[in-house]
């Protein structure tokens, strides 16, 4: 069974640019949460998206947006980027969320110059 | 507001000892933790979990108890392995609302020597 994938692994933008992450959850799951990974902050939760409706929203801005694709396969835009959205995005699937084992991807490194 | 603390940044201990993980909550309706372990440029993977009804699960050398009274848990790993060597998150879920919602700590890196 393939794993969660992430695309693109690495980006790099510039400050006021926006960015659009991909995640393709494992088959048959239909939860995918992001989280966002920074140095001393842990990760934190950004959003969770179930049958293509956000379910659950975390503390980020209005800027960091996402959706859900009717195969399950998600996205996230963050708009006018900041240096501080330079992060690892995670993005995370499980067959219905709540207490289920959540499986990551590697993530998408993003830095903002 | 951090609901889920991991106060010790990194440990190290010698390969065959055990290591201990801790972990210490506050929102006192979380009803489920889980342990994740993540290596460099690899997203984490969920290593073990436990209920809150329960203050103990053991998954081979990878043990989790769990202190309600205290709200704290703590990882223990015994033997330890330079394989172990990554970075550990303790992670938190429950209440209303959380659905899908994991709280994360900040992470423990941990050093196995040989």
């Known amino acids: 069974k393939a794993g969660v994938t992430q695309t693109p692994r690495y980006l790099i933008k510039t400050r006021g640019q926006q960015v659009t992450l991909s995640c393709s959850p494992i088959?048959?799951?239909?939860?995918v949460s992001w989280y966002q990974q920074t140095p001393g902050q842990g990760l934190q939760f950004l959003f969770e998206?179930?049958?293509?409706?956000?379910?659950n929203k975390g503390n980020f801005p209005g800027r960091f947006s996402g959706r859900q694709f009717s195969n399950s396969r998600s996205e996230m835009n963050v708009s006018t980027l900041e240096l501080g959205d330079s992060a690892l995005y995670l993005c995370?699937?499980?067959?219905?969320?709540?207490?289920?084992?959540?499986?990551f991807g590697p993530g998408t490194r993003l830095t903002v110059l | 507001d951090q609901q889920v603390k991991q106060n010790s940044p990194s440990l190290s201990v010698q390969e065959g000892r055990i290591s201990i993980l801790n972990c210490d909550y506050t929102?006192?309706?979380?009803?489920?933790f889980l342990w994740y372990k993540k290596y460099p440029a690899e997203g984490p993977t969920f290593l073990i979990s436990?209920?809150?009804?329960?203050d103990k699960n053991e998954d081979g050398r990878f043990t989790v108890f769990l202190n309600k009274s205290a709200k704290h848990l703590s990882l223990h790993i015994v033997p330890s392995q330079p394989g172990d060597s990554a970075v550990y998150f303790c992670?938190?879920?429950?209440?209303?609302?959380?659905?899908?919602?994991?709280?994360f700590g900040q992470g423990t890196t941990l050093q196995v020597k040989p």
């Open positions: 088959s048959g799951h239909r939860s």
């Open positions: 929102n006192s309706m979380f009803d489920y």
């Open positions: 998206y179930f049958s293509e409706t956000q379910r």
């Open positions: 992670a938190a879920i429950g209440g209303s609302g959380n659905t899908g919602k994991l709280i």
């Open positions: 995370a699937s499980s067959l219905v969320g709540s207490a289920d084992t959540q499986y």
């Open positions: 436990i209920s809150s009804i329960k």
